[in-house]
C-alpha cells in the first residue's frame, strides 16, 4: 500500500483538529499535516452525524404516526357524508 504523505511539505503524519469554521453551524474535523498544519481532508466530527441521522428519523416518524391518527376520523366522516 502507498504511504500518503503531504503535497505542500512532504511529511508522512497526520493529526485530526476539531474547528468551528466561521458562519458554520458545527463542528468539522480537520485531517492536516503534523509538521505544516496543511489540510488534506475534512469530515464532519464523528458522533455528530449519526444523532442528527436519528433525531430526524424520529421526526418524520411521529410526524407520519401523527397524520396516520387523523385517518380513522376522516374515514368516519367521509363515510357519515356517503351513507347519513
Known amino acids: 500500500m502507498a504511504a500518503s504523505q503531504c503535497l505542500k511539505c512532504g511529511c508522512r503524519q497526520f493529526e485530526s483538529v476539531i474547528k468551528i469554521p466561521l458562519g458554520a453551524p458545527r463542528r468539522i474535523m480537520f485531517i492536516q499535516c503534523c509538521v505544516c498544519g496543511s489540510v488534506v481532508g475534512v469530515q464532519e ?6 444523532k442528527k441521522i436519528l433525531d430526524r428519523a424520529e421526526h418524520k416518524r411521529s410526524t407520519v404516526q401523527l397524520a396516520l391518527s387523523t385517518v380513522p376520523n376522516s374515514i368516519n366522516t367521509v363515510l357519515k357524508e356517503l351513507y347519513g
Open 45 to 50: 466530527e464523528l458522533g455528530q452525524g449519526p
